[in-house]
């Protein structure tokens, strides 16, 4: 088999494989999708007629890692695709990486046989990018240890664009750890379409990881006013906050509902409560990648700011767009597009 040079746009495994004109495109897919969905819903004729397909396309999904929105996520665009999904990686069935198994090597060639797009979720860092290398397939990180979650990324600009409107007028807040994946991906994302204003919240004594200080710096040059806080309480003048657990934690481990976490919670600062946001009488709309840890409590499902649902909701036709896109054979052409191997 003739496998192309590598590098190449084929696949999704950093933010900065992404660019502006992409970015708009994949938005743009998203919106129709989701217009589709509405009329649909509303009982109302497509905009546009299905495409015919002459047989579904295969999305292997190949998770080392747990999982419930990604997995399912990419599973359900697919089939809202008319396509189909298999686990590629069943640790209790499958031979990769078992004392009578296989090399990855041999495991991926076998995979692309089965399938058309790869999603690799995996706790080592350069996972995708060996995939990648070793496929001619288009293949999506889906989250590879403490380095990237870019289709996530997409999700969240998509969810507040959708739900608060153009990005660069708004002001966003982040409150998490800056080592998270999601919370670097969101942040070098963000510099396809910088915001008026950004705002880190984060532990005080904690330095603050080196890719996320450059994402920031990168804000800063393209005309983002930064900030730095330690209280999630001051990014509740915001637009948005994005919200994922700091660093912390006996809050991280705390079971919600216990009298200590309580009375701890609206003192703690980095525990965003319905309390909280109604006393700074804010209309911040909250994001969270989820699963949410102790730091969104949930007195905030039932406020308007809650917007983590809808965000979960907004992730199809994202991940529908970025299928699309990628089994089409639509490049990426952001800088990284091609980059062999995650950064040192
Ligand atoms: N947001 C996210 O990546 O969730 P999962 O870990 O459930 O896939």
């Known amino acids: ?56 396309k295969v999305i292997a999904a190949l998770f080392d890692q747990r999982s419930t929105r990604t997995r399912l996520g990419f599973q359900a665009a697919a089939a809202r695709l008319g396509h189909q999904s298999i686990d590629a990686y069943d640790t209790d069935r499958g031979r990769m990486g078992t004392s009578t198994g296989e090399t990855l090597e041999d495991h991926i060639r076998t995979v692309e046989l089965y399938s058309d797009l790869l999603v690799v979720r995996s706790h080592l860092e350069d996972m995708p990018y060996r995939v990648a290398r070793l496929s001619h397939l288009p293949v999506i990180n889906a989250g590879n240890g403490a380095d990237e979650h870019p289709s996530q990324a997409l999700i969240d600009l998509f969810a507040i664009r959708h739900m608060r409107g153009a990005i660069e007028t708004l002001s966003i807040a982040l409150s998490s750890d800056t080592r998270a994946r999601f919370a670097v991906s969101f942040v070098r994302m963000l510099r396809l379409t910088p915001p008026r204003r950004f705002t880190l919240c984060c532990l005080p004594d904690v330095p603050i990881n080196p890719a996320m200080r450059e994402a920031m710096t990168v804000l800063a040059g393209l005309g983002t006013e930064i900030g730095l806080v330690h209280d999630v309480r001051r990014t509740l003048d915001h637009d948005v906050l994005s919200i994922q657990m700091q660093d912390m934690s006996k809050f991280a481990h705390a079971a919600l509902g216990s009298d200590a976490v309580d009375k701890e919670k609206e003192t703690e600062p980095f525990t965003i ?11 911040t709309l909250i994001l969270n990648p989820l699963p949410r840890f102790s730091e969104l409590d949930p007195s905030c499902d039932s406020l308007p700011n809650a917007g983590y649902f809808r965000q979960v909701a907004l992730s199809v036709p994202m991940r529908m767009a970025i299928l699309e896109r990628m089994l089409s054979g639509v490049p990426w052409t952001g800088q990284a597009a091609g980059r062999s191997a995650p950064p040192p």
């Open 1 to 56: 088999m003739q496998r192309p040079n590598y590098p190449s746009g084929k696949d999704l495994l950093s933010a900065d494989a992404v660019s502006r004109f992409d970015l708009d495109d994949i938005l743009e897919r998203a919106e129709r999708h989701l217009q589709e969905e509405e009329r649909e819903k509303a009982g109302l004729p497509p905009l546009q007629p299905p495409a015919h397909r002459r047989r579904p």
């Open 273 to 283: 409560t319905a309390r909280k946001i109604l006393d700074a009488r804010s209309d």
